[in-house]
T-cell receptor, first 117, second 113 residues
Framework: GAVVSQHPSWVICKSGTSVKIECRSLDFQATTMFWYRQFPKQSLMLMATSNEGSKATYEQGVEKDKFLINHASLTLSTLTVTSAHPEDSSFYIC?????????????FGNGTRLTVT | GDSVTQMEGPVTLSEEAFLTINCTYTATGYPSLFWYVQYPGEGLQLLLKATKADDKGSNKGFEATYRKETTSFHLEKGSVQVSDSAVYFCALVGSSNTGKLIFGQGTTLQVKP
């Protein structure tokens, strides 16, 4: 079946540095990718929606200058956490879909656990 | 706006017990409904889905029926196993939001041998 690969699976970085997380669709063209954030013992919060070749649409309250999203190709989207701080420590998950229907299947990556020290 | 509400956990059951995790939703139109499962340290996996009223989604012994009259999509399994221990998320995609999932808060299930 369709697979979404997310890399890295975990990363530890120092406060003030930037971290890039990649999300790749391995066997389909992902026209739309979604980035979610999950706090411990809480649900997933949608951060932004990105369509290939256009700017990402951010949810209310998400800082677009802090969480840079690039979706330059139909198989790759990246999330860069800029000038990371300990409060950015979280589990980040991407999902991708290759269709534009509300009934389209979504495929999730395995997530990236970010720890900022 | 659209929202999903799940029963609070954790839910602790003995092996072979019957499981119900309640899920209700608020949405305009006719959303699609999903249950996702997250095993420890892993990403989300689609467990089952239903796209219209009275549809029943089923997979791995789990099932859920889309009830529009009660705006519910409760997850059930007749006999749980230790390997079912995970976090279960109810979610919807609204009819006007392409692929954008709205998640419930998640329910942790712990099955003891």
């Amino acid at each position: 079946g369709a697979v979404v690969s997310q890399h890295p699976s975990w990363v530890i970085c120092k406060s003030g540095t930037s971290v890039k997380i990649e999300c790749r669709s391995l066997d389909f063209q992902a026209t739309t990718m979604f980035w979610y954030r999950q706090f411990p013992k809480q649900s997933l919060m949608l951060m932004a929606t990105s369509n290939e070749g256009s700017k990402a649409t951010y949810e209310q309250g998400v800082e677009k200058d802090k969480f840079l999203i690039n979706h330059a190709s139909l198989t790759l989207s990246t999330l860069t956490v800029t000038s990371a701080h300990p409060e950015d420590s979280s589990f980040y998950i991407c999902s991708a879909t290759g269709q534009s229907s509300y009934n389209s299947p979504l495929h999730f990556g395995n997530g990236t656990r970010l720890t900022v020290t | 706006g659209d929202s999903v509400t799940q029963m609070e956990g954790p839910v602790t059951l003995s092996e072979e017990a019957f499981l119900t995790i309640n899920c209700t939703y608020t949405a305009t139109g006719y959303p699609s409904l999903f249950w996702y499962v997250q095993y420890p340290g892993e990403g989300l996996q689609l467990l089952l889905k239903a796209t219209k009223a009275d549809d029943k989604g089923s997979n791995k012994g789990f099932e859920a029926t889309y009830r529009k009259e009660t705006t519910s999509f409760h997850l059930e399994k007749g006999s749980v196993q230790v390997s079912d221990s995970a976090v279960y998320f109810c979610a919807l995609v609204g009819s006007s939001n392409t692929g954008k999932l709205i998640f419930g808060q998640g329910t942790t299930l712990q099955v003891k041998p």
